[in-house]
């Protein structure tokens, strides 16, 4: 494929189109992205999922598409891409091809060239990119829709607009990524240090809905009745516990997480003697 005619442009969104993306497929572009090949600046391939009713894509699953870029053009291994959607067929034929993805930020000129191969695929394919480099000072991800501007029959430019995105995520899938996001990682945080983060996010949404609440009693703020069901629910599914075997059970909980802590770390210490040990014995 060659360099393109035209430039890329980037608009602000105005189509009623809109994208989710289960979390899955985040941690499997930047799993690609750690294990590309040394010469490449970014890895790109194909979206898989479906079309709901109201017209939202839903994206489930994808894979890597091997290429060769450079400023002059892409080459993508089309009997690969082709090979691998094969496969994936036969294990559910229900995902199908709904666009593709690439890392990096924004879009590129190279970009139009694969929306183009990608829109021969699969009518009005949507663009995923994730920012692996965390450019902006985080890994930002971000979903386009494409299409030609055009004066008569000359092709002007291609047209990519930014569309809305929905992460899907379950509570231990939002903790990872909130980890994975950050620019600087000096460790994983352990139990007892995932649960004070927890309760501090508990803390602040908690201060929100007080807030929120005051606000509708107060006539500050008009009532919203899917809010209200929404905390009449969250509220009904709490146990009741009275406020001392709560601290009890809260306790209970800690002094478990401790007693991990001190076994694993009793392990530790042992394996290590023991590998002194061996070491010893070997030399003598």
Known sequence: MAAPEGPVLLFPSTSS????VEAVVVFNICDSYVRRPDQAERVIGTLLGSVLPDGTVHVRNSYVVPHNESPDQ????????????????????????????????????????IHDFYSREV?????????????????????????????????????????PLDLRMLEAGKVGFDILKSTIVEKLPNDLEGMESSMEKL???????????????????APDNKIGRFISDAVASMPKLSPAAFDKLFNDRIQDNLALVYLSSITRTQISIAEKLNTAAQIL
């Open 17 to 20: 189109a809109s994208a989710q």
């Open 74 to 113: 892409v080459a993508l291994d089309i009997e690969y891409h082709h090979n691998m959607y094969a496969s994936h067929q036969k294990v559910n034929p229900k995902e199908v091809i709904v666009g593709w993805f690439s890392t990096g930020f924004g879009v590129s000129g190279g970009s139009t060239l």
């Open 123 to 163: 009518q009005s394919p949507i663009h995923l990119t994730v920012d692996t480099g965390f450019t902006r000072g985080d890994a930002s991800i971000k979903a386009y829709i494409s299409s030609n501007l055009s004066l008569g029959d000359r092709h002007l430019a291609a047209q990519f607009q930014e569309i």
């Open 203 to 221: 803390y602040v949404l908690i201060d929100e809905i007080y807030k929120y609440v005051d606000d509708v009693v107060e006539g500050r703020v």
